[in-house]
């Protein structure tokens, strides 16, 4: 009677055993083996041997399945994700219209201080070339001396001099008076610009840079929710205009297939077996089960 239950109980240790094995041999020996000489059979395992051939073909799988242009543009503009980085951008309003720090200080957060130095130097230094170029090609000389000798006329012309017809005998040397400011105001803008705006924006600068967050934010809604869809367009733009070179340029395919080789055999075991854990001891169990259905199949004929 004891047959009965030899047999499936063999079975069922013979299955486990042979799944068991079997599950370790895809991962070890991790190196070939050889005894005097002779490389051993079935060295390295299955995965160690064909570990190149699996991280190319894995590689391509993702980059042309999980992480191609389609996906990645239907994940990223969708609805959902659109909704995130609009509260992303509420929330960051809303954080800043209570923050009592300044700019300056804010953006040491994020950026040394040198670079801010820096940019703060390269912004005002910008500002001040274009406004200089600006005054030093403009007319506005002539314009400063325009309206002078005009507003000097007009008082001559209003006063007792004028209604005695002084303003007619002053009328060409004013023309004469006007030539000779305008070429003097341009000669001191063309001298003088650019330190007289340097120090306006340098006090400006500084000023804003001292200026407290919640200043910055209050009382702007209008302004920040026009920011807020700038900010959303723009990412819509770089999703759709620029997500096929930034792919092109990542090449997800061969980062997976470096990292994957450069990986160590017993760091890949440790991570497949972490994923796959439950499945690969059911498969065990499984040979289990079926050893124990063989062996009384066996044993009952």
């Not at 013979?14 to 079935?42: C, E, Q, S, W």
């Not at 809604?221 to 819509?236: F, H, N, P, T, V």
């Not at 980062?255 to 994923?275: F, K, W």
Request: charged share 20%.
């Amino acid at each position: 009677m004891y047959h009965f239950f030899i047999g499936p109980a063999v079975g069922a240790v013979i299955g486990y055993i042979t799944n068991d094995i079997a599950i370790r041999m895809l991962f070890r020996p991790h190196r070939a083996k050889y005894v005097l000489g002779i490389k051993v059979p079935f060295t390295p395992g299955i995965i160690p041997k064909e570990k190149p051939r699996i991280a190319g073909a894995i590689g391509k799988a993702v980059s042309d399945n999980l992480m191609n242009r389609e996906v990645l543009e239907k994940s990223l503009l969708s609805d959902e994700m659109i909704d995130k980085v609009g509260s992303a951008i509420d929330e960051f309003v809303s954080t800043q219209s209570h923050n009592q720090e300044t700019i300056e200080q804010f953006a040491a957060h994020y950026l040394p201080q040198d670079n801010i130095a820096s940019m703060k130097e390269n912004a005002a230094e910008g500002i001040v070339k274009v406004l200089t170029s600006k005054l030093q090609d403009s007319r506005l000389g002539e314009s400063i001396a325009q309206l002078a000798t005009r507003h000097v006329m007009e008082k001559t012309r209003n006063s007792l001099a004028g209604r005695l017809g002084a303003d007619m005998i002053l009328q060409p040397v004013a023309q004469l008076v006007e030539r000779v400011l305008a070429k003097h105001i341009n000669e001191i803008l063309h001298d003088n610009s650019r330190p007289m705006i340097m120090g306006i924006v340098n006090d400006e600068t500084a000023t804003l840079m001292h200026t407290p967050m919640s200043t910055i934010m209050s009382g702007h809604e209008q302004q920040l929710q026009q920011i807020k869809g700038g900010i959303l367009s723009a990412y819509r733009v770089v999703i759709t205009e620029h997500l096929p070179r930034i792919l092109a340029d990542i090449d997800i395919s061969s980062i997976i297939d470096q990292r994957i080789n450069d990986m160590d055999m017993t760091e890949a075991e440790g991570i497949i077996l972490d994923v796959m854990k439950k499945e690969l001891r059911a498969i065990v169990w499984l040979g289990a089960l079926l050893g124990c259905i063989m062996g009384t199949i066996t044993s009952i004929f």
